[in-house]
């Protein structure tokens, strides 16, 4: 079964300053990759999500970026944080063998 | 283009209650719908429903679905408290297996 590590788990930045979000996938090969952002008492709003190595397809318009540079590994990435980039980001790997797992979550707080 | 509303957005009941809740959706190409149970971080998968009328069933909670009608319901039977969660639906259609997630149905268990 997939297993998906996202880090941190907590994260205060303060506006303007630059983010990295890391999540690594194990138990599967070449599988589709997602950021998801769900802001409080709200679903879950996909952002990015990648089908393969250095392909990202964007779902909305905002402030931030992804990257794929491995076949496991997704990155989600800001130059300049905003107030509004707060929320809880979620990872999640998806292989019709297992079906869709996320990742435990990063709670960003932009202060 | 897609969407998933879930109702009730919340719903308070005493233990040993029976609760249904409920996930509408419109989506091209609809290929499954998922139903999700998210305490404090991650949402941990409890259902995937891609056929209608047969009801998927674990323990105390089941679902089925209504591909004509286009909706699904969760019943959960003789609650507990720890079945207080936000319960979150999300529909698959075709291509890259994107989720489209529902707002999500906070459910708080009284004892």
């Known amino acids: 079964s997939q297993t998906i590590h996202q880090w941190p788990a907590t994260l205060v930045q303060p506006v303007g300053s630059p983010l990295s979000l890391e999540c690594t996938v194990e138990?599967?090969?070449?599988?589709?990759l997602y950021w998801y952002r769900q802001a409080a008492g709200r679903g879950l709003q996909l952002l990015f999500y990648?089908?393969?190595?250095?392909?990202i397809s964007s779902e909305v318009p905002q402030n931030l970026s992804a990257s794929r540079p491995q076949d496991r590994q997704f990155i989600l990435s800001s130059k300049k944080l905003l107030l509004s980039d707060s929320g809880f980001y979620l990872c999640?790997?998806?292989?019709?063998?297992?079906?869709?797992?996320f990742g435990s979550g990063t709670r960003l707080t932009v202060v | 283009e897609d969407k998933v509303v879930q109702s009730p957005l919340s719903l308070v009941v005493h233990e040993g209650d029976t609760v249904t809740l409920n996930c509408s959706y419109e989506v091209t190409n609809f290929r499954s719908l998922l139903w999700y149970k998210q305490e404090k971080k991650a949402p941990t998968f409890l259902f995937m429903l891609?056929?209608?009328?047969i009801e998927k069933k674990s323990g105390r909670l089941s679902s089925i679905l209504d591909k004509k009608e286009l909706f699904s319901i969760l019943n959960i039977t003789a609650t507990q408290t720890g079945d207080s969660a936000v319960y979150l639906c999300a529909v698959g259609g075709q291509g890259a297996q994107k989720l489209v997630f529902g707002q999500g149905t906070r459910l708080t268990i009284n004892p």
């Open positions: 138990g599967t090969s070449n599988p589709n």
């Open positions: 990648s089908v393969g190595i250095g392909q």
């Open positions: 999640a790997s998806s292989d019709w063998d297992y079906g869709y797992t």
């Open positions: 891609t056929s209608s009328g």
